[in-house]
């Protein structure tokens, strides 16, 4: 059961009951870079039971800038991140059970712990993984966040963000237009493959696998409102939103009042169908 105590200035906004159902809830957080960090501190702080953090990468010098707990002293090169997300986590709130685990999300034990959570959240910088999200937590009907900051090289005005939730197989990132097909076709591409594009098309590799500039502030905010969609849900304050986009430059957030595509084949033919959908082919060979 939840600290009544500490929790009591929340507790006012949705109850013991909505308290009680964080503290029994687990969240899966894929990448815990810039993004995710955010909502591991985010949620330790609501007093979530129990946390599972995937990501393979270790801190780097050129994530000093947006990491939330990493510190100065932290070995780069070294420093898993998942170890800094635990390590925010228990700083917070020594209670909570952290699962670190830092795997590629196309591994089988990756798959298992989402398959296991009650709500996942991709914070990841490539459409290819947010592909295989979509289809894993469709088909095992488990609702799904997915997060994007964005700052375009050629015009840093444009920057901005948005939320998108996936539940109940009604709407999905493909039937709401929020992910690429080519990328998602360049994730599955072996590096000689990748040569061979940029060879017929001109694309640098570097451009291939790029994810741009980041700013902690917009991480913040997409952060923040991934953060607040997921409580109303979890606590029954109202159903989340579908999509919402952050416009920088305007200093506003959208809630897009499109109706996803009656006639999707994620949302209509993998929802729900569990091991006939075959998301396992995603699965790095072992």
């Known amino acids: 059961m939840a ?21 029994r809830l687990r969240a899966c957080i894929v990448g815990v870079g810039g993004l995710g960090s955010h909502l591991v501190q ?3 702080l609501l007093g979530l039971g129990r946390i599972t953090v995937i990501d393979p990468d270790v801190v780097d010098v050129t994530n000093m800038n947006r990491l939330i707990g990493a510190r100065f ?9 998942v170890v800094v997300a635990e390590r925010l986590s228990k700083s917070i709130d020594p209670h909570i059970t952290v699962d670190v685990l830092k795997e590629h ?20 910088d490539h459409d290819g993984p947010r592909m295989v999200l979509t289809e894993l937590c469709l088909a095992y ?16 005005l444009s920057f901005g963000g948005r939320v998108c939730f996936s539940n109940e197989g009604n709407g999905c990132l493909v039937c709401l237009d929020q992910i690429s097909q080519e990328e998602v076709q360049q994730f599955s591409m072996t590096p000689e493959q990748k040569r061979d594009v940029k060879e017929l098309y001109g694309v640098s590799t570097a451009v291939l696998e790029d994810s741009g500039p980041s700013v902690v502030t917009l991480n913040g905010v997409v952060a923040s409102l991934a953060a607040t969609e ?4 979890a606590t029954g304050l109202r159903r989340a939103t ?27 033919s993998v ?3 569990k091991e006939k959908a075959n998301v396992e082919r995603y699965l790095a060979p072992s």
């Open 271 to 273: 929802f729900g169908s």
């Open 73 to 81: 002293d932290d070995p780069y090169l070294r420093t898993p991140k």
């Open 141 to 156: 009907k488990i609702p799904y966040f997915d997060l994007s900051s964005e700052i375009p090289t050629n015009d840093s």
């Open 105 to 124: 999300i196309t591994t089988s034990v990756a798959f298992t712990a989402v398959r296991e959570s009650n709500y996942v959240f991709g914070c990841v």
């Open 42 to 44: 985010q949620f330790a």
């Open 230 to 233: 997921f409580l109303v849900q």
């Open 242 to 268: 579908r999509l919402i986009s952050y416009y920088g430059r305007k200093g506003i957030a959208v809630v897009s009042v499109d109706d996803p595509r009656p006639d999707c084949y994620y949302c209509k």
């Open 3 to 23: 600290n009544n105590y500490r929790f009591e200035r929340q507790i006012r906004l949705f109850g013991k009951d909505g308290q009680d159902k964080l503290a």
